[in-house]
């Protein structure tokens, strides 16, 4: 069975700064992978995916994610952290039976 | 604004009783997902819905059933409730069941059981 690990649960990051939320999994074949965000009291937002192709993957808001096979890591990175950036941070990976495995989340705030 | 439009945002009911939860995908969306997210569990795949037929089940009770009508809109039914059933539920959507298209979520309707 597919899995995803957010290994920390949150995250802090001064503005200006470079972020990196991590994320690593585990499925069987080919990964099909995304970042999903969520602000209070709404629903996941989409932020990008990785189906094959460059290992770097750019998304909404300026973000990007950097694949890496030998590693199973999806690492979701922005060069420079917004305020606005702070949220609820969510990597999932999807399997050929359609099932969307999401992560335990990872809470990044972003410090003025 | 996903599009994709959860009703009602928040349900207050006690336990043993029945609610339906409803769900309108983005226009063009064929496919419909439900989610419960709670602070135990996470965000747990409950069920998918593609043009009316049922595609792939998750960690669904059977307590739980849903269906999606020819007009696209689904309707989450959860019978027999829980104070465990007080959650989050979320609807998402996608344009078809290809495994890589991205899934557009609604704000979802928060359930309390009391």
């Known amino acids: 069975a597919q899995s995803v690990a957010q290994p920390e649960d949150q995250v802090n990051v001064a503005e200006g700064n470079p972020l990196t939320v991590k994320c690593t999994y585990s499925v069987s074949g080919n990964p099909y992978l995304f970042w999903y965000v969520q602000y209070p009291n709404r629903g996941l937002q989409f932020l990008l995916k990785y189906i094959t192709g460059d290992n770097l993957v750019k998304g909404s808001y300026g973000f990007e994610a950097e694949f890496n096979k030998s590693q199973t890591s999806f690492h979701l990175k922005k060069p420079s952290a917004l305020v606005s950036d702070s949220a609820l941070y969510f990597c999932?990976?999807?399997?050929?039976?359609?099932?969307?495995?999401f992560g335990s989340g990872t809470q990044l705030t972003v410090l003025p | 604004d996903s599009g994709v439009t959860q009703t009602p945002k928040h349900l207050i009911t006690a336990t043993g009783q029945r609610v339906t939860l409803r769900c309108s995908p983005r226009?063009?969306?064929?496919?419909v997902y439900w989610y419960q997210q709670s602070l135990d569990q996470g965000l747990q795949f409950l069920i998918q819905?593609?043009?009316?037929?049922?595609?792939a089940k998750g960690n669904i009770l059977e307590r739980f059933s849903a269906q999606q009508f020819p007009d696209l809109h689904s309707e989450l039914n959860l019978s027999s409730l829980e104070l465990g059933d007080s959650a989050l539920y979320f609807c998402?959507?996608?344009?078809?069941?290809?495994?890589?298209?991205?899934?557009?979520f609604g704000d979802g309707t928060r359930l309390s059981i009391l």
């Open positions: 998402a959507s996608s344009v078809d069941d290809r495994d890589y298209q991205p899934q557009h």
């Open positions: 226009s063009g969306d064929l496919s």
């Open positions: 819905y593609y043009n009316g037929e049922e595609r």
């Open positions: 999932a990976v999807r399997d050929i039976r359609g099932q969307l495995t």
